[in-house]
């Protein structure tokens, strides 16, 4: 649309003007080409010479008004207007150029690529289209890829406001239109929402707390400090740490520094010995101190790795000797008064072992820990009970740090990068079934430990973006309040990355429901913010206060706005955009939509045993089954996957009927069980590319997903 007239300034103030429209212009629309195009109405724009405006009332002119405003122009609609910047040659400035226009200057619409760098200030060529602005609908929404993507970002709004498919718009936009193979992405899935999102050229990994065999999220040993062990095991600072801090220091200077020439198998070896003849020579009760001792001799036997049943024979030194009142004697000797203490420390010393160890593992690691807590206790006279508690979390946790922690490999040096993103560049992590504090502290760890990568990679070609789904769960300061370690730590990580992360190309967006419980500096520190729907007047004020160049009339609008439609602000944009943000699930889908109930409700039937039995001694095939109970399920079982839209089944009792029924597609196929480990598998013959086959009887076999272990194929 090129510039045309649509009145003359009647008043003028410093920033606020009144203009007189065209007495032709009687409402705010006009057609061109047959279409309607709105001007001249609140929330449009006007320019005099190079000063923009905006329209933000309008008023008609009353009857008794006529006789004062009819000699200075002929006109029933009058609309006040602010100055929100201006052009410089061809770009658009924000703020006031420092010039008023004069009484009865001619007041002009702007055109179309003058509302554009209005509104974003961009240009086609380095931009993507993410929607529409909501009050001008003709007009597509673009966002600059270099201000926006290279910049932190915080993304908030309400439950069902549209945050999710915003992030999966922005980034599907960006994936299919622009090369970003120098760039890493790393989106923190919180809820399991974005498996199917952004692009199909991506990387899906799952932190599993629950289910160790489908954990896929590791973690190389030799990347940890004494810091994250401290985190995961939540010790204490004075009394437990110490214990973590030396264990560690020992492993990083014995076996990780030393790389090729470390010799794991001696190291622990001189370890146990160490602590064995530190229990001898301290002055506990020799009851006491062969109490401990059989205590680590027990521990062997939960010990998974061949390497420690091959040391056990250290501890048959002390098959030739028993105790005497407080002294250790040659069993059968007659020799009451000797002590053979000494005797046996240098036995023990003396102890060698031919045993090969390649590899450093969590495993490792608790056997350490546990015996330099009793050769503290010991050798210091230190309470137990400080410590103990300590090695009982390392337990209850092992699993998890197993399935997370990758042994070390003696001479390995993968790095962060390398060991996540494999060979892709996009990264998206589930962390929905993961433990929560441990969901906490692996989210913090993996980002800072990418983080700095790049702080201290040589070669700077490459930048890196992170994305935090439901960010309060790691950033809220009402947890620093509460004493919480790992959010302290969460929060001290993130707030480095926001701060000096731009300098070196780390990025940080941030998407929350609850912006007012994200920490000041977090906020603060953001460059761009896209707003969905906010009611809660605390999360309000904190945008209004924290949000640049933000106005009352989108402050007002926080509450009103539809799923969907956001507020797009900050140094990517000249102004505040409402924008209707476009939703395409064709190719890419966000699983965060609210479920239908009268759906589930007429889905979900019980029947008892007796009546399924019959019906399936009358039905042949699955496909009549099906058609006798309409598409509706049975008996609720195991969930499995359909091996066609991967959505869940629900089973038909196996004793009746081996046949899965898909909740979304309706498809029913045979239910296996693996023989390894029992659990069932939906059409295995589906799941595997190709058969295979046992090497003795050439049966045909299948892979268990679960377990990852072969079995055979039949029900």
Same mark, same amino acid.
């Given at each position: 649309?090129?510039d045309m007239y649509i009145g003359k300034v009647i008043e003028v103030s410093n920033t606020i003007i009144s203009v007189a429209i065209n007495k032709e212009l009687e409402t705010p629309y006009i057609v061109i080409n047959s279409n309607p195009v709105r001007?001249?109405?609140?929330?449009?724009?006007?320019?005099?010479?190079?000063?923009?405006?905006?329209?933000?009332?309008?008023?008609?002119?009353?009857?008794?008004?006529?006789?004062?405003?009819?000699?200075?122009?002929?006109?029933?609609?009058?609309?006040?207007?602010?100055?929100?910047?201006?052009?410089?040659?061809?770009?658009?400035?924000?703020?006031?150029?420092?010039?008023?226009?004069?009484?009865?200057?001619?007041?002009?619409?702007?055109?179309?690529?003058?509302?554009?760098?209005?509104?974003?200030?961009?240009?086609?060529?380095?931009?993507?289209?993410?929607? $529409?602005?909501?009050?001008?609908?003709?007009?597509?929404?673009?966002?600059?890829?270099?201000?926006?993507?290279?910049?932190?970002?915080?993304?908030?709004?309400?439950?069902?406001?549209?945050?999710?498919?915003?992030?999966?718009?922005?980034?599907?936009?960006?994936?299919?239109?622009?090369?970003?193979?120098?760039?890493?992405?790393?989106?923190?899935?919180?809820?399991?929402?974005?498996?199917?999102?952004?692009?199909?050229?991506?990387?899906?990994?799952?932190?599993?707390?629950?289910?160790?065999?489908?954990?896929?999220?590791?973690?190389?040993?030799?990347?940890?400090?004494?810091?994250?062990?401290?985190?995961?095991?939540?010790?204490?600072?004075?009394?437990?740490?110490?214990?973590?801090?030396?264990?560690?220091?020992?492993?990083?200077?014995?076996?990780?520094?030393?790389?090729?020439?470390?010799?794991?198998?001696?190291?622990?070896?001189?370890?146990?010995?160490?602590?064995?003849?530190?229990?001898?020579?301290?002055?506990?009760?020799?009851?006491?101190?062969?109490?401990?001792?059989?205590?680590?001799?027990?521990?062997?036997?939960?010990?998974?790795?061949?390497?420690?049943?091959?040391?056990?024979?250290?501890?048959?030194?002390?098959?030739?000797?028993?105790?005497?009142?407080?002294?250790?004697?040659?069993?059968?000797?007659?020799?009451?008064?000797?002590?053979?203490?000494?005797?046996?420390?240098?036995?023990?010393?003396?102890?060698?072992?031919?045993? *090969?160890?390649?590899?450093?593992?969590?495993?490792?690691?608790?056997?350490?820990?546990?015996?330099?807590?009793?050769?503290?206790?010991?050798?210091?006279?230190?309470?137990?009970?400080?410590? /103990?508690?300590?090695?009982?979390?390392?337990?209850?946790?092992?699993?998890?740090?197993?399935?997370?922690?990758?042994?070390?490999?003696?001479?390995?040096?993968?790095?962060?990068?390398?060991?996540?993103?494999?060979?892709?560049?996009?990264?998206?992590?589930?962390?929905?079934?993961?433990?929560?504090?441990?969901?906490?502290?692996?989210?913090?760890?993996?980002?800072?430990?990418?983080?700095?990568?790049?702080?201290?990679?040589?070669?700077?070609?490459?930048?890196?973006?992170?994305?935090?789904?439901?960010?309060?769960?790691?950033?809220?300061?009402?947890?620093?309040?509460?004493?919480?370690?790992?959010?302290?730590?969460?929060?001290?990580?993130?707030? /480095?990355?926001?701060?000096?992360?731009?300098?070196?190309?780390?990025?940080?967006?941030?998407?929350?429901?609850?912006?007012?419980?994200?920490?000041?500096?977090?906020?603060?520190?953001?460059?761009?913010?896209?707003?969905? $729907?906010?009611?809660?007047?605390?999360?309000?004020?904190? *945008?209004?206060?924290?949000?640049?160049?933000?106005?009352?009339?989108?402050?007002?609008?926080?509450?009103?706005?539809?799923?969907?439609?956001?507020?797009?602000?900050?140094?990517?944009?000249? %102004?505040?955009?409402?924008?209707?943000?476009?939703?395409?699930? /064709?190719?890419?889908?966000?699983?965060?939509?609210?479920?239908?109930?009268?759906?589930?409700?007429?889905?979900?039937?019980?029947?008892?045993?007796?009546?399924?039995?019959?019906?399936?001694?009358?039905?042949?095939?699955? %496909?009549?089954?099906?058609?006798?109970?309409?598409?509706?399920?049975?008996?609720?079982?195991?969930?499995?996957?359909?091996?066609?839209?991967?959505?869940?089944?629900?089973?038909?009792?196996?004793?009746?009927?081996?046949?899965?029924?898909?909740?979304?597609?309706?498809?029913?196929?045979?239910?296996?069980?693996?023989?390894?480990?029992?659990?069932?598998?939906?059409?295995?013959?589906?799941?595997?590319?190709?058969?295979?086959?046992?090497?003795?009887?050439?049966?045909?076999?299948?892979?268990?997903?679960?377990?990852?272990?072969?079995?055979?194929?039949?029900?």
């Open positions: 649309m090129i001007i001249a109405g609140v929330g449009s724009f006007l320019k005099i010479e190079d000063i923009i405006y905006e329209i933000v009332n309008e008023k008609t002119i009353l009857e008794s008004d006529k006789k004062e405003v009819s000699i200075k122009i002929a006109s029933n609609r009058i609309v006040i207007c602010k100055v929100i910047g201006f052009f410089e040659g061809n770009e658009f400035r924000q703020g006031n150029s420092g010039e008023t226009p004069n009484i009865f200057d001619n007041a002009y619409t702007v055109s179309d690529k003058e509302l554009l760098k209005i509104y974003s200030g961009t240009s086609y060529s380095v931009s993507i289209n993410v929607g $529409k602005y909501l009050y001008k609908k003709d007009l597509d929404f673009y966002i600059d890829i270099n201000k926006f993507f290279a910049s932190h970002s915080l993304v908030v709004g309400n439950t069902g406001s549209g945050k999710s498919n915003t992030l999966n718009t922005i980034f599907t936009e960006l994936f299919d239109n622009i090369n970003t193979k120098n760039s890493y992405f790393l989106f923190v899935d919180t809820n399991g929402e974005y498996t199917k999102a952004f692009t199909n050229n991506k990387l899906n990994k799952i932190l599993d707390t629950r289910n160790a065999g489908k954990n896929s999220i590791h973690i190389p040993l030799n990347l940890l400090e004494s810091e994250d062990w401290k985190l995961l095991l939540e010790a204490t600072e004075k009394t437990q740490y110490p214990v973590i801090k030396t264990v560690w220091n020992g492993v990083i200077k014995n076996i990780f520094v030393k790389e090729e020439q470390a010799n794991i198998a001696q190291y622990l070896l001189d370890e146990l010995k160490k602590s064995i003849i530190g229990i001898l020579n301290s002055n506990a009760n020799t009851t006491n101190k062969l109490g401990a001792i059989n205590s680590i001799k027990e521990d062997f036997y939960f010990f998974d790795d061949n390497y420690y049943k091959e040391i056990e024979n250290i501890f048959s030194i002390f098959d030739r000797y028993t105790i005497n009142g407080n002294k250790f004697m040659i069993v059968n000797s007659g020799d009451f008064y000797t002590d053979y203490t000494h005797v046996i420390c240098n036995e023990v010393n003396q102890y060698t072992t031919l045993s *090969i160890k390649e590899n450093f593992s969590v495993e490792d690691m608790g056997f350490l820990l546990n015996i330099t807590h009793l050769y503290r206790t010991y050798k210091y006279n230190i309470n137990e009970n400080n410590t /103990s508690p300590l090695i009982g979390r390392f337990n209850s946790n092992k699993k998890d740090f197993k399935a997370i922690f990758l042994p070390y490999i003696v001479g390995d040096k993968k790095n962060v990068l390398d060991c996540l993103f494999e060979k892709e560049h996009i990264l998206v992590c589930d962390v929905s079934r993961a433990k929560k504090d441990i969901r906490r502290i692996i989210v913090t760890f993996l980002c800072a430990k990418l983080y700095d990568f790049l702080l201290n990679s040589k070669e700077k070609n490459f930048s890196l973006h992170l994305i935090v789904d439901e960010a309060h769960n790691y950033l809220s300061a009402q947890n620093i309040d509460k004493e919480d370690a790992i959010a302290k730590t969460c929060i001290d990580t993130f707030e /480095s990355i926001i701060k000096e992360g731009r300098k070196f190309g780390v990025f940080l967006t941030m998407a929350t429901q609850r912006p007012s419980d994200i920490t000041p500096t977090l906020l603060s520190q953001s460059h761009n913010y896209v707003i969905h $729907k906010l009611v809660n007047p605390r999360d309000i004020d904190i *945008i209004k206060n924290t949000v640049p160049f933000i106005d009352e009339m989108s402050i007002a609008m926080l509450s009103i706005l539809s799923p969907g439609q956001a507020i797009f602000s900050g140094t990517a944009f000249n %102004r505040p955009n409402i924008v209707q943000v476009k939703f395409d699930d /064709s190719v890419t889908k966000v699983e965060s939509d609210t479920i239908k109930l009268m759906e589930y409700w007429r889905r979900k039937k019980n029947f008892d045993e007796k009546s399924l039995k019959i019906v399936h001694d009358e039905v042949d095939t699955e %496909r009549e089954l099906v058609k006798l109970f309409g598409g509706i399920t049975f008996i609720a079982s195991d969930e499995l996957e359909c091996c066609e839209c991967r959505e869940k089944y629900i089973c038909v009792n196996n004793d009746y009927a081996p046949y899965g029924m898909c909740l979304s597609c309706g498809a029913m196929n045979k239910i296996v069980n693996c023989t390894n480990c029992g659990v069932q598998v939906v059409d295995a013959d589906d799941i595997v590319q190709e058969p295979i086959y046992c090497d003795d009887c050439r049966r045909e076999l299948f892979e268990c997903t679960f377990c990852l272990e072969e079995g055979i194929n039949g029900t």
